[in-house]
């Protein structure tokens, strides 16, 4: 009786531990929201020669979100997980074909997704599955999903680049795209609010 009783009190006071761990995590990273400095994420530079010229990075190593050569970056953080961001996958297909066709978005306004907790083959199939064209990043360990607040999927941030210095987010927001057109018109609208 006297060792069950010891027991419960150790399982009680690991599961507060593991409590206030996670509020203190969730303190120190919050999500997203519209005038925040986007956290110093950093990323692979690909080895695919195209998509290093889309990004304007080269070498080898990691770039951070804010060296990206472009004025806007979309970005959408997902999870092979989630059968939403499946759902969304031909979605982001489109918006891309809109941006790379429009002489004035085309080299403006670049996309890139991130797969939380996602391994690189897991991200890969991914890709090929919906024939994403664009930067696709594996978070194999979700270091990047919790600097963003562990937030839910899909989710999209807008983030305005100030030529390698700052990336400031203006536009933050959970749940799939329904209209290509009208995601693409109100992260422009928004953008232009944050000069």
Request: charged content about 20%; overall charge positive.
């Amino acid at each position: 009786m006297k060792n069950s009783m010891v027991f419960i009190a150790l399982l009680t006071a690991l599961a507060l531990t593991a409590c206030a761990t996670t509020k203190l995590s969730n303190e120190k990273y919050k999500p997203p929201s519209a005038g925040d400095v986007l956290p110093d994420i950093k990323l692979p530079v690909p080895k695919d020669g195209r998509l290093q010229e889309y990004l304007g990075v080269s070498g080898a190593g990691l770039f951070s979100v804010n060296q990206i050569k472009a004025d806007i970056v979309i970005i959408k953080l997902f999870s092979v997980y989630c059968p939403l961001c499946h759902k969304d996958a031909p979605k982001m297909n489109q918006l891309d074909a809109k941006i790379e066709s429009s002489p004035e978005l085309k080299g403006r306004l670049k996309l890139i997704a991130i797969g939380a907790s996602n391994s690189i083959q897991q991200v890969a199939q991914f890709k090929e599955e919906y024939g994403l064209k664009f930067p696709v990043f594996a978070d194999g360990n979700g270091s990047i999903h919790q600097q963003l607040g562990s937030v839910k999927f899909p989710y999209y941030m807008g983030v305005k680049l100030d030529g390698g210095h700052n990336a400031r987010i203006f536009y933050a927001r959970l749940g799939q795209i329904q209209d290509t057109d009208t995601f693409l018109q109100s992260i422009l609208r928004t953008s232009e609010k944050w000069q």
